[in-house]
């Protein structure tokens, strides 16, 4: 049986069970996956639990490191130059 444990404030949580996927920066239970286009229709798909998650938009999740590269291409201005292009990170 795999064992899900969650750190809080007030110690460890522990859940077991066959839940899924455990999220991939912590052990909990994955409730999301990294919503991140990596190219080719695919995204990134890392498994995130709801700590872990970064909600950019209704139902989609980045995880912490796209979540980061999300942050810096919209305060450079990529999302007026996303909305324009239709399909996003072709051009480099
Ligand atoms: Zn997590
Ligand atoms: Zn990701």
Do not use: Q
């Not at 999301?32 to 970064?54: M, Q």
Request: neutral net charge; proline residues 7%.
């Amino acid at each position: 049986m795999p064992c899900y444990v969650k750190h809080t404030k007030n110690g460890n949580t522990f859940l077991s069970g066959k839940l899924g996927p455990h999220c991939a920066d912590c052990s909990w239970v994955s409730g999301y996956l990294c919503d991140y286009p990596v190219g080719k229709g695919k995204t990134c798909d890392r498994p995130l639990c709801e700590d872990h998650a970064n909600e950019i938009a209704p139902d989609i999740h980045y995880c912490t490191a796209h979540y980061r590269e999300w942050e810096e291409f919209r305060s450079s201005g990529g999302v007026e130059k996303e909305l324009k292009n239709v399909i996003p990170f072709v051009k480099k």
